[in-house]
């Protein structure tokens, strides 16, 4: 626990009972002195029979050390559940020789008849007494209809959609939009409000002029703008695909690039870096590091960083997403933006993170880019799963950045492959490890910082409009 700023020290008052909620107390620094203090009696000799003799008392002291981590237990001791069970007439009586198998039993002990115990999986969240305020009914907007409840599904929508007004197509759709929606278009009336604003929104239109289907994170690395302007933005000027090639990608209204074989240079590869045992170099091994990883999580006991602040309508209007707050090094024309390898590929360098969504033109290497126009002129037909493009493109394109990185690695860092052996047809199959994504701002890629909106198009992206 000491190790870790993050753990809350934990008591249990009953160590052997599975049951028992701990106390737990949180961590300060101080600084004090620990001390040994020795206290010694040493009686005195009694002379006269009459007078009462006072012992005699020395103290010796001795500083020890320095303490500059003391943990206090601050916090209520919250309920104590005990595995009981009340009879009819009101008696208790304990269960723990019944639902706790201390040693291997036979089959009797599972098919005993025992009243029903479940204990809770949790306990309150909270340590400390707080003032719960009760929230009135939820106000949605005008027009807004609670779905229709029915036996079959009884949990309905606690709340209206984000009021984004993205426009989603799947690749089945037949028709695709040609302008946004009325409530997209005052949105964005409503939050440009100053001159950067309408600079930015015709970048932007310039972008989809000059190229139909974008990223958002390659409109991030090409203009800036602060990511809540861009949400509403975006809805305003394109729509987004969810599902076929050009999946979590943006298509200006009116393009349909399911009708034009030229569109296949705009498809989306979702390439994760592999990595494994058995090729030399394990997960850890890699230089680019993991977002999240399920050995990091956070269990209800440890200290939660406070929430970021959610930008409002009013904080959009004072500018936010152009002149910013006062003080900021970075000149408004770069604020938000992003580099260049967060959506471009290039040769001889590592994507920022494990799991990556390029677009095909965006793959800037000779090679690449060769297996992406074997059928140039030939194009018949747009599937779901390649597109324009030939069938297992996506799987070379991968073969061939996986060898690449893995070349990178190598030089890097030699000792990692000394033992590595190819397989019979001389290529290294190596195994998916998918980079899960965002938030957790622990990249150690020199030439790539993040932003706090730099996230995983795939996972997050429909999450914000939906």
Avoid at 58 to 82: A, H, N, P, R, W
Avoid at 192 to 212: A, I
Avoid at 282 to 306: C, F, G
Avoid at 351 to 372: A, G, T, W
Wanted: aromatic share 10%; glycine share 4%; with cysteine.
């Amino acid at each position: 626990i000491y190790a870790d700023p993050a753990k809350r020290l934990e008591l249990y008052f009953r160590p052997k009972d599975p049951y028992c909620h701990p106390v737990c107390a949180n961590r300060f620094p101080t600084s004090t002195m620990l001390l040994r203090v020795r206290r010694s009696t040493r009686k005195r000799q009694q002379l006269d029979a009459e007078e009462e003799t006072q012992p005699e008392v020395q103290y010796e002291m001795k500083i020890l050390g320095i303490v500059t981590t003391v943990y206090k237990f601050q916090g209520m001791s919250d309920f104590q559940y005990l595995a009981m069970h009340s009879g009819p007439d009101g008696k208790q009586t304990s269960m723990y020789d019944k639902v706790l198998m201390l040693k291997p039993e036979k089959e009797e002990f599972f098919n005993r008849d025992l009243p029903l115990y479940i204990p809770p999986p949790i306990f309150s969240r909270l340590d400390t007494p707080v003032d719960y305020f009760y929230r009135p009914d939820i106000q949605h907007r005008e027009g807004y209809n609670n779905p229709q409840v029915s036996g079959e599904n009884l949990i309905g929508l606690s709340r209206a959609r984000r009021p984004h007004n993205a426009i989603f197509v799947n690749f089945d759709d037949e028709e695709i939009p040609t302008k946004p929606l009325d409530a997209a278009v005052q949105n964005w009336k409503k939050v440009c409000t100053n001159p950067l604003d309408k600079k930015v929104e015709e970048e932007l239109r310039k972008l989809f002029e000059v190229r139909p289907v974008w990223s958002r994170n390659a409109v991030k690395a090409n203009i800036s703008v602060h990511p809540d302007k861009l949400k509403v933005l975006l809805p305003y000027l394109a729509y987004y695909m969810l599902t076929g090639p050009w999946r979590s990608l943006w298509v200006r209204f009116g393009y349909d690039p399911r009708k034009h074989p030229e569109a296949k240079i705009y498809q989306v590869l979702d390439f994760r870096i592999r990595c494994g045992m058995k090729y030399g170099y394990a997960a850890t091994d890699m230089p680019v590091k993991a977002k999240r990883s399920t050995y990091n999580y956070s269990l209800p006991i440890t200290v939660k960083k406070q929430g970021s602040h959610t930008v409002s309508v009013h904080d959009l209007k004072q500018g936010l997403g152009s002149a910013g707050a006062s003080g900021a090094k970075k000149s408004p024309s770069s604020r938000y933006k992003l580099k260049e390898s967060v959506y471009i590929f290039r040769e001889g360098a590592l994507p920022p993170y494990r799991q990556m969504f390029y677009q095909l033109c965006d793959l800037n290497v000779e090679s690449l880019q060769k297996i992406i126009h074997r059928n140039d002129g030939t194009e018949s037909e747009c599937t779901e799963r390649d597109g324009w493009c030939l069938a297992k493109t996506s799987d070379d394109l991968r073969d061939s950045m996986s060898l690449m990185i893995k070349q990178i690695i190598r030089s890097t860092r030699p000792a990692l492959f000394s033992n590595t052996t190819s397989s019979e047809d001389g290529k290294e199959q190596l195994a998916y490890e998918s980079g899960e994504d965002e938030d957790d701002e622990e990249e150690e890629e020199e030439d790539f910082k993040p932003s706090d909106a730099s996230e995983n198009e795939m996972e997050t992206e429909i999450l914000d409009y939906v």
